[in-house]
């Protein structure tokens, strides 16, 4: 992790807006298009990290409450799930020894989560639309001889990026930079 190197941001001119050139993929040959997407990754990551940054920044102002009660609620669920998949006997046990409580709980969490559905979606969407504006621009914009240099870069191993190691771990550092 020591010689992780941040990606510059590009200007935004490049990002969006001058010398930006966009076109619809090429569907019918997914393999292009699958590296279309991952070079536009790894080139414009520090831009996309921002953007996603912000998206969901904007979205947590115009809706503060329904993000911290549905980030809550997730928290809740997945110590939940993560505790009782690893003490399986003190859970079965528990409800062996207290059946009426295990049913009021059971009931009780049922309303939390419908109760929390609208809080829950709005944290999601603050996810998953900067997510979905970053797989959009990835598609559609046009390799550039720079970013086709500093993605060989990462790809030879001469310079390791935060996107180059989340696509390492995706198992797509092969199909990077070529």
């Known amino acids: 992790m020591a010689d992780v190197e941040l990606a510059p941001l590009r200007s935004m001119g490049d990002f969006l807006l001058d010398s930006a050139r966009f076109q619809i993929p090429q569907i019918n040959d997914p393999e292009k298009w699958c590296n279309r997407v991952l070079n536009n990754l790894l080139y414009y990551q520090s831009n996309y990290f921002l953007a996603a940054l912000l998206i969901f920044l904007l979205i947590g102002i115009i809706h503060p409450v329904q993000i911290l009660f549905g980030f809550t609620a997730l928290a809740i669920c997945f110590g939940l799930f993560v505790y009782f998949t690893n003490n399986q006997y003190k859970a079965r046990r528990f409800k062996h020894d207290h059946p009426v409580f295990c049913v009021a709980a059971i009931i009780a969490s049922g309303y939390f ?3 929390m559905f609208g809080a829950v979606l709005v944290f999601l969407f603050g996810i998953a639309f900067p997510l979905l504006l970053i797989l959009i621009h990835a598609s559609l914009r046009l390799r550039n001889l720079k970013n086709k240099f500093a993605n060989k870069l990462e790809y030879v ?19 990077a930079g070529s």
Do not use: A, H, N, S
């Open 113 to 115: 989560v419908v109760y």
């Open 157 to 175: 191993g001469l310079k390791r990026t935060p996107m180059g190691l989340i696509l390492e771990g995706l198992g797509q550092e092969q199909e």
